[in-house]
């Protein structure tokens, strides 16, 4: 069974940073494609980024450019988002997802229960 | 890159069909088979019901089907049941190698 763990989420202040993690089982991690997608409260999903399965390529939202980073790591089967000068506007429940297929314009197939990131001051 | 366009809100009685369209443009939903669709009940994380446009995953009902033209992709809704009550979001693969979500749309069984 696909299973999808994230962790790290909590209250921080603006400008601060937080590095979410997601613990992936039950499947091949290293063959697939990963991403983050968030959800603000009340709203709509938003993709965030995605990562090749040898991390190798990599994309973002343009808003997450150049104060996120999305990485993993193969031999723990683990999902990061490093999140740098957090604003109010990140607030969301963070899910970890993974693409249906281990090709480079899938989209997500098993989600986390995600993990909600506040940021206020 | 711009969210895709969904109906806020669309509503049926039981037994009935419901469509939910997603328009996007030929730099995603028009220009790729890569359109999927996700279903999410309060509290919970989105599920996915239709994948590349009109198939669906192993233990999804036949009662939701996909479809698309042009740059509009559709998925219905046949036979609504009271399960159905959820908030459904489309999402494309896009020219820039990123991903895009619609606005959702709240279905709503009366």
Same mark, same amino acid.
């Given at each position: ?21 997601? #613990?992936?089982?039950? *499947? =091949?991690? &290293? ?12 709203? !709509? /999903? ?17 808003? #997450?450019?150049?104060? *996120? =980073?999305? &990485? ?12 740098? !000068? /957090? ?35 | ?110």
């Amino acid at each position: 069974e696909v299973q999808l763990v994230e962790s790290g989420g909590g209250l921080v202040h603006p400008g601060e940073s937080l590095r979410l993690s997601c #613990a992936a089982s039950g *499947f =091949t991690f &290293s063959s697939y494609w990963m991403n983050w997608v968030r959800q603000a409260p009340g709203k !709509g /999903l938003e993709w965030v980024a995605n990562i090749k399965e040898d991390g190798s390529d990599k994309n973002y939202v343009d808003s #997450a450019k150049g104060r *996120f =980073t999305i &990485s993993r790591d193969n031999a723990k089967n683990s999902l990061y988002l490093q999140m740098n !000068g /957090l604003r109010a506007e990140d607030t969301a429940v963070y899910y970890c997802a993974r693409d249906r297929n281990p090709l480079p314009w899938e989209l997500p197939d098993y989600w986390g229960q995600g993990t909600l990131v506040t940021v206020s001051s | 890159q711009s969210a895709l366009t969904q109906p806020a809100s669309v509503s049926g009685s039981p037994g009935q069909s419901i469509t939910i369209s997603c328009t996007g443009t030929s730099s995603d939903v028009g220009g790729y088979n890569y359109v999927f669709w996700y279903q999410q009940h309060p509290g919970k994380a989105p599920k996915l019901m239709i994948f590349e446009v009109s198939n669906r995953p192993s233990g999804v009902s036949y009662r939701f089907s996909g479809s698309k033209s042009g740059n509009t992709a559709s998925l219905t809704i046949s036979g609504l049941q009271a399960e159905d009550e959820a908030d459904y979001y489309c999402a494309s693969y896009t020219s820039s190698a990123t991903r895009v979500f619609g606005g959702g749309t709240k279905v709503t069984v009366l």
